[in-house]
């Protein structure tokens, strides 16, 4: 197994506690009545939450096409289901 680089590792992070503000902000939004302030502040933390996910998938590139023709004829021998 490879380990992350570290700043992987905070963007993970980082994206996982900014998934988790969202629901909070969406869930105090929605209970008091969709205030513009509260809404406007979910908004904002939609586009972070978006551009964290963009950054974290560029920073976790796929395998090397080598690995994954590996892993397509391992799938191909001993299908998962």
């Given amino acids: ?3 992350l680089p570290a700043h992987c590792t905070a963007l993970l992070t980082a994206t ?3 998934a988790w ?3 909070g902000l969406g869930i105090s939004t929605l209970l ?3 205030p513009v302030h509260l809404g406007s502040a979910h908004q904002a933390g939609a586009l972070t939450l978006m551009s964290l996910t963009l950054a974290t998938l560029y ?3 796929p395998l090397p096409s080598s690995l994954n023709r590996g892993l397509a004829l391992a799938r191909r021998v ?3 289901h």
Avoid: E, H, I, S
Wanted: aromatic fraction near 6%; proline fraction near 6%; charge should be positive.
């Fill in 21 to 23: 503000c969202q629901v």
């Fill in 32 to 34: 008091n009545y969709v």
């Fill in 59 to 61: 920073c976790t590139k």
């Fill in 78 to 80: 001993a299908p998962v």
């Fill in 16 to 18: 996982c506690a900014m």
């Fill in 1 to 3: 197994q490879r380990k």
